[in-house]
Structures are given as structure tokens and as C-alpha cells.
């Protein structure tokens, strides 16, 4: 399979602890992109990345969390002192952009829980 | 601003067809989609036109685009049990490179 990958599919973490995701996008896809989704609702926008360089970041993304895109393919999402709140889908997304044309194809999502 | 908004729930049974609503606000909005999601699962791409189209039609789905009322539907026809998921409408801004979703609709198909 050549979809979006993300690893772990799920994670139980304390308050308080770190954590790290990853995303492998689909190959020679050039920006990735990291959303969260809560229960009951859509996907929201955290932040995106064009090959290595990180573009926009949303304000949702609090100083806590950080995202790399290293090399211009893989992508890891680091959560710092997490909180109850952060307790949430976290969905990665690639696309190949041509110009203005642009489709976002999705993983199948880390599921953070918080205790 | 940005703003997208979809019923929350609709029903039909097997084989009849599906028709999820969409309405959107920024008039700048130049790509929209439909995204599929089913349970704990990740969100699969379905279809998306381009806002210069009014139609498009792909097997058993078909889009509809009203730019002036900015209203997006998705019909699928012959429903069948495996539809039975959260259907998402997403829009992006041409100059925009995220997308900004609605709530979804959750589809139950009927036996």
C-alpha cells in the first residue's frame, strides 16, 4: 500500500508526559500536512509543510506542540507536557501541488487519549 | 471568514439515493470536497470539483456546486450498507492551502 502512514495508530499517554507521532506521506508528495480532529467534528487545521520548510502554523498549535519535516518526507508531531485536552484524532495529509490544483490524501490517524 | 456547515444526520434505506447538503461562506472558495470517514478510521477523498463547474459526476456520486446560494450537495445513488459512514464537505480558498471542514453528516443506511 502507498497511502499516508502514521504511526502509532493509537497512544495512551499520563498528563504531563511527551509524545511523538509520525506521518510517511506518499512518496514524492512535496507538502504534509498535520490536522486534529475531536469527537463530533470535522478536522482542524494545525499546521503544514512544503518539502522541509513549515509554512503556516494555526493558532490551535499551542508553544507545547512542535512538528519537523526533516528531510521533506516524513514528518513527526511532538506534544510536550500533555494535557487532558490534547485528547484527540490526529490526521496527517500529502499532496503532490500544481499550481493552484491540489488534492490532500489522509492517513488513517493517531488517536491520543490523556488520562 | 470561514465557515462550513452540513445537516448532522440522514437516513435512507438500501438502495434509494443519498443526497448530503453542504453550505459554505467564503465566496473566494475555488476547490470543494467530499471526504468519507468510517469508524476510526482516517478520511477517505471521494470527489471534489473546482468552482468554475456546477457538475460533476463520478460512477454513483454526483456534485452539484450552486456558487450563488454557495450550496455543495453530494448525491449517491443505489445506496448501499457499505455507505453507512460520516460524509465531510471541505473547502479551501484558492489562496488558502488547508481545508476547512464541516461538522460531517453521519449516513445510516437501512436495511
Known amino acids: 500500500d502507498t497511502g499516508v ?18 506521518c510517511d506521506p506518499i512518496s514524492e508528495h512535496n507538502r504534509l500536512y498535520w490536522y486534529r480532529q475531536t469527537l463530533g467534528q ?38 510536550q507536557r500533555t494535557e487532558q485536552g490534547d485528547s484527540a484524532m490526529y490526521l496527517c495529509a500529502s499532496s503532490l501541488a500544481k499550481g493552484q490544483r491540489e488534492t490532500q490524501y489522509f492517513g488513517p490517524g493517531t488517536r491520543l487519549t490523556v488520562l | 471568514g470561514e465557515d462550513v456547515e452540513q445537516s448532522l444526520f440522514l437516513s435512507v434505506r438500501e438502495g434509494d439515493s443519498s443526497v448530503i447538503n453542504c453550505t459554505y461562506t467564503d ?5 470543494l470536497y467530499w471526504y468519507k470517514q468510517e469508524p476510526g478510521a482516517g478520511l477517505q477523498l471521494l470527489t471534489y470539483i473546482f468552482s ?16 450563488k446560494d454557495k450550496h455543495l450537495s453530494l448525491r449517491i445513488a443505489d445506496t448501499q450498507t457499505g455507505d453507512s459512514a460520516i460524509y ?13 471542514f464541516g461538522s460531517g453528516t453521519q449516513l445510516t443506511v437501512l436495511p
Not at chain 2, 465566496?27 to 476547490?31: A, G, I, P
Open chain 1, 5 to 22: 502512514s502514521q504511526n502509532p495508530r493509537h497512544k495512551i499517554t499520563k498528563r504531563g508526559q511527551n509524545v511523538t507521532f509520525r
Open chain 1, 42 to 79: 470535522g478536522p482542524e487545521f494545525l499546521t503544514y509543510f512544503q518539502n522541509e520548510a513549515q509554512l503556516e502554523k494555526s493558532r490551535l498549535l499551542s508553544d507545547r506542540f512542535s512538528a519537523e519535516r526533516p528531510k521533506g518526507s516524513f514528518s513527526t508531531l511532538e506534544i
Open chain 2, 27 to 31: 465566496s473566494s472558495s475555488t476547490y
Open chain 2, 52 to 67: 468554475n463547474m456546477d457538475m460533476k459526476q463520478d460512477q454513483r456520486l454526483t456534485v452539484l456546486l450552486n456558487k
Open chain 2, 88 to 100: 465531510f464537505c471541505a473547502e479551501r480558498p484558492g489562496s488558502a492551502r488547508q481545508l476547512t
